[in-house]
């Protein structure tokens, strides 16, 4: 009963799916010494753990007040956060992450859902399928950017080479055209929905055949087996698939960086390569505002899509 | 029966469209990086004819490829064993032993997985110079050891879970203890969950390009992403190398996700779901 | 073995997993000293350990680095250290974090804004002293003039004085029917209808590097232009200055008339070199440094001052700096860039790399002929054109070039006003400030 019995196609095991029985074997009274053991085994998680999580985490939330840089600290209460908001750059950026992420549920997720759905009537050549939707998450984010800067090249990119054999306009120069920038960005991830689909078939694949076959009995069509039976199974993991495009939008970089820089005006600027540029030009404690803000984006989505989904309790 | 068809043929449609937008471009470049610079520069076909290594050939002259693969392989082989190693350690007491504040550590532990690390970006670079761990490679693998170990705890912790419980009270009637225990008997179980975290954490930290270009960006430091991303000002006119380029980066990531691909999904639907 | 040797023994496991990985830890830059033997060693990130053929400037500080440590053998020797950045930015970067880190090399080169803007962490030597005891003679009038604050502080040392002109290829200039380079610009105007009609590219440009190159042309030969170039650039407030603005307009008419490649954006030096250089665009503004490249693609090439009869001179853009701490590592700091500038070393730079030097040397005749003709030609017409001027990123910060790259594309888009493309520059000079 192990992870591997999680495998294409085979029934999830219920041990490994439900949440994890809390095993409470009295060991402290049968072997005294263990309690040390734990200790010692938990102490380098908690040393790292606590050095790149928990310290920074409270470093950029007290220093997002302050004006910090490589010649020194000082508090400046809400100041940050004034020139933030005043910062036509900022508001440039938390536009474009709001649309990406509209872009990422709206599009991707549904994509997903819809291929795996497909999927999952194991039709011929699925498995190669799934390996080819799965593809752009297994090459790098630069690796992918690199590739979309040539496709999308004036001169001899892909994309405008064929649009000129069609006949139509191949001159545009996409990622730098201020009304063709983002959304140009946003196709080079919106339509690759690999993990979604993946953990979508994984979860299609734990309904038991029966319940199918009691709504066939009854007269219903595929479409209605999908709408009424698959579709509110699926209520958890599509929220989970929410949470991790919204987190992965979020934090959204190499893109943007290697394609577009943030331009043409802001046009591409994320939340997250802001607060990088603002790094760069060292003003530490206004990156890190930023930076909360982004936290903060993250942990609200979390909770929100959590309540919206009715999510059941998970580790996040 | 019309309607159905043309349903069939639309899916059919839909998949294939999918199938483009995923790998299209990708296999564009990869099939471009083996022509001359003319034929790319004309509006040529798809196929490279002639067939040429010139992007190659002046990719791997100009530049020091071979030490971008050194570097992302070590931090890769180091970052995936550093992270299973510690993860291994605090998810099977958090997983299957009893002791006080549990249920919170394993919470804490996994809200990691929770936040989004490019808002971290100020701190941790302060934090690995102030350890001295900054621009260094011994730095990036103890990083990407800390940055991966939320993943691989909440894997193994699942993996480990799953376990029949007998196996502590086997132990306690041979008297063993913890690391006796934890090396013997739970690492060769935890094989499996080992092999699937450690796959998909490779693969990861292999295409990392942020905390590279952050915390390692001299040249000697930067993995095969930064290294060839950065490096494209350099080429004034060769397109070929680096299309050539942008093949090498994609190379060993692919190769290893089809060889492992049943332990990449597997591990993804535990550590997701829960 | 009991429990806690067992857990030593494990967390040792663990602890190799990352110290095993120490074996290859990183080194970073910093200043040497006087070793046992009085032989003072210098780290320099300046200084290749190996030349590709194809790199003329690796060969010459390469040549350099072993000139001078044959010449100082036992007194002085350079440890050499290089650094590779991969673009300006990355540098800029780099040497912020070394200052900050107390990780500075004895030598090492960049930029002159990016050596001014590292300076401000103090930890950068100051050659004021040894230069105002005569050393400074030698030097031309204007060659410290990037690398010196409002204090008179000189945080850096010129390697080059360069002309920078424009690049045109004969071949297409004869097929559209042009006899010479346009001398004004409203010939250019014309001389780009001229060309469009025989199907060529009249300009390459890539919306950073040679955008802004004639950009300042533009302003460098208005009435003020090379007092702004010089020092008001630095100040902002660009929209308040009409020659700036009329520059400007200029430009962005070269681009929606059709005189400038479609993908002049991005910043990307390639959009602009791949053109000229394959013969499909006419012209390109460059410093004499693409010689090489541009007689490797066998082109028929010219190099003219700028239209308007001015000329980009650019003395010292980019500047030896030093972070040496102590007193030994500074007296071989200077030995070596006293040796650099010296007129053997000077010439031999010249020869090897085209690019010239910051000081009076005027070297003999049969010197002079062994020399590069195009660019030493345009250097010398310094003296006898009516404008001579350094360009726009001399004098401005990173931040300012980020904000072109951003904006341009917008702004030839028509996407913004001259005002407010003019005004996002301003603010992005203001910020750093």
């Known amino acids: 009963m192990s992870l591997a019995g999680l495998q294409d196609g085979a029934r999830v095991t219920p041990v490994a799916r439900a949440p994890a029985r809390r095993r409470r074997p009295r060991l402290e009274a049968a072997t005294p010494g263990m309690g040390h053991g734990v200790a010692l085994s938990l102490l380098p998680a908690v040393l790292l753990f606590g050095a790149f999580f928990l310290v920074p985490l409270g470093v950029v939330v007290v220093t997002s007040s302050s004006d910090w840089g490589p010649l020194g600290l000082s508090f ?106 983002l959304p140009a960005v946003a196709a080079t991830w919106v339509f690759t929905a690999g993990l979604v689909i993946v953990l979508v078939m994984a979860e299609i694949a734990a309904i038991p055949e029966e319940v199918y076959d009691a709504a066939r009995v009854d007269g219903a069509t595929r479409w209605e087996q999908t709408r009424h039976i698959t579709l509110p199974l699926l209520r958890n993991a599509i929220g989970v698939c929410v949470i991790l495009v919204l987190l992965f939008t979020f934090a959204y970089f190499d893109g943007v960086y290697i394609m577009t820089g943030g331009g043409p005006a802001d046009r591409t600027l994320t939340l997250s390569l802001y607060a990088f540029q603002e790094y760069s030009n060292s003003n530490w404690g206004y990156a890190n505002a930023v930076g909360v803000l982004l936290i903060a984006l993250g942990l609200v989505a979390i909770v929100a899509v959590r309540r919206l989904f009715r999510i059941g309790e998970r580790d996040f | 029966m019309a309607a159905r068809l043309l349903g069939r043929s639309s899916r059919g449609v839909f998949l294939a469209l999918v199938a483009l937008a995923c790998v299209g471009p990708v296999v564009w470049v990869v099939l471009s990086s083996f022509k001359t610079q003319s034929q790319i520069f004309g509006r040529g076909d798809l196929l490279p004819s002639p067939f040429s290594l010139d992007g190659y050939e002046a990719l791997f002259t100009q530049i020091d490829v071979t030490g971008y693969l050194v570097n992302t392989l070590l931090y890769a082989g180091g970052g995936t064993a550093g992270a299973l190693a510690v993860a291994l350690l605090a998810a099977y007491p958090v997983a299957r032993l009893r002791f006080p504040f549990r249920r919170a550590v394993g919470l804490l532990f996994s809200a990691g997985l929770a936040i989004p690390i490019a808002g971290l970006i100020v701190p941790e670079f302060v934090i690995m110079r102030d350890l001295g761990l900054f621009d260094s490679r011994a730095g990036m693998v103890v990083f990407y050891s800390a940055m991966w170990f939320p993943l691989a705890f909440v894997i193994l912790r699942v993996y480990l879970s799953g376990l029949p419980p007998s196996i502590e009270e086997a132990a306690a009637l041979d008297g063993a203890r913890y690391f006796q225990l934890l090396r013997h008997v739970i690492l060769p179980l935890a094989r499996p969950g080992l092999a699937t975290a450690g796959v998909i954490i490779f693969i990861n930290v292999w295409n990392d390009f942020l905390f590279n270009l952050l915390l390692a960006p001299s040249s000697e430091h930067q993995n095969v992403q930064v290294g060839l991303a950065l490096f494209r000002g350099q080429f004034t006119t060769d397109i070929a190398a680096i299309l050539a380029g942008t093949t090498v980066m994609m190379v060993i990531p692919v190769a290893v996700f089809v060889l492992f691909q049943r332990q990449v999904i597997a591990g993804l639907t535990a550590g997701s779901s829960r | 073995m009991t429990s806690p040797t067992r857990a030593a023994a494990l967390g040792a496991l663990v602890a190799m997993a990352f110290a095993g990985s120490g074996c290859f830890g990183g080194d970073d830059g910093d200043s040497g000293g006087a070793a046992a033997g009085g032989e003072v060693v210098i780290t320099c990130e300046a200084c290749p350990t190996t030349a590709p053929e194809n790199d003329p400037f690796a060969q010459y500080r390469k040549e350099l680095t072993d000139a001078f440590n044959d010449e100082y053998a036992g007194r002085y020797r350079i440890e050499a250290k290089p650094y590779t950045p991969a673009n300006d930015a990355d540098s800029a970067q780099h040497y912020q974090r070394a200052a900050a880190t107390d990780t500075l090399p004895d030598l090492f080169t960049d930029q002159a804004t990016v050596v001014r803007d590292v300076a401000r962490s103090g930890k950068l030597v100051d050659f004021a002293p040894e230069l105002d005891a005569g050393w400074k003679d030698t030097f031309q009038p204007d060659a410290f003039l990037s690398l010196t604050d409002a204090e008179g502080h000189v945080w850096g040392v010129p390697e080059q ?214 660019s030493y030609d345009l250097l010398q017409q310094a003296d006898s054109v009516a404008a001579t001027y350094p360009h726009a990123k001399f004098a401005t910060p990173q931040a300012f070039t980020d904000a072109w790259i951003n904006q341009w594309p917008a702004y030839v888009q028509g996407d913004l006003s001259t005002e407010d493309f003019l005004g996002a520059l301003s603010d992005a000079v203001q910020r750093q400030r």
């Not at chain 1, 399928?129 to 297994?138: A, G, H």
């Not at chain 3, 003219?304 to 102590?326: H, T, Y």
């Open chain 1, 76 to 181: 400046t209460g809400l100041e940050n956060y004034r020139i933030l908001f005043a910062d036509a750059a900022f508001w440039s950026a938390l536009r474009n992450t709001a649309s990406f992420a509209a872009a990422a549920v709206l599009i991707q997720v549904p994509v997903g859902v819809a291929v795996a759905i497909i999927l999952s009537r194991r039709i011929r050549g699925w498995r190669l399928l799934r390996t080819i939707y799965f593809l752009p998450n297994i090459v790098s984010g630069a690796a992918l950017a690199l590739v979309y800067v040539t496709f999308y090249n004036p001169r001899y990119g892909l994309l405008n080479q064929a649009l000129g054999t069609l006949g139509l306009d191949g001159t545009r120069d996409w990622l730098f055209d201020v009304d063709t920038a």
């Open chain 3, 161 to 374: 004085r360069d002309a920078v002109g424009i690049f045109y290829n004969e071949d297409l200039f004869r097929k559209a029917g042009l006899d010479a380079f346009p001398a004004s610009w409203d010939e250019l105007l014309a001389a780009c209808s001229a060309l469009k009609s025989a199907g060529v590219i009249p300009f390459a440009m890539d919306g950073d590097w040679v955008t802004q190159l004639m950009w300042s042309n533009l302003i460098g030969t208005s009435p003020g232009g090379p007092e702004f170039l010089q020092a008001g650039i630095a100040e902002g407030d660009y929209a308040a200055d009409p020659a700036v603005v009329a520059a400007t307009e200029y430009l962005k008419r070269l681009h929606t008339d059709g005189c400038v490649n479609e993908d002049a954006f991005s910043g990307d030096y390639n959009r602009a070199a791949a053109p000229f250089l394959d013969g499909q665009a006419a012209m390109i503004a460059n410093g004499p440094w693409m010689v090489p490249d541009i007689e490797e693609a066998k082109l028929d090439a010219g190099y003219a001052r700028s239209p308007g009869d001015g000329l980009i001179v650019i003395p010292g853009e980019a500047g030896w700096a030093s972070g040496a701490r102590d007193d030994a590592a500074r007296e071989a700091v200077t030995a070596f860039m006293t040796f650099m500038t010296s007129d053997a070393q000077m010439l031999r730079k010249a020869l090897v790399t085209g690019s010239y030097w910051p000081t009076t040397f005027d070297p003999k005749a049969r010197q002079a002929k062994r020399l590069e003709p195009l």
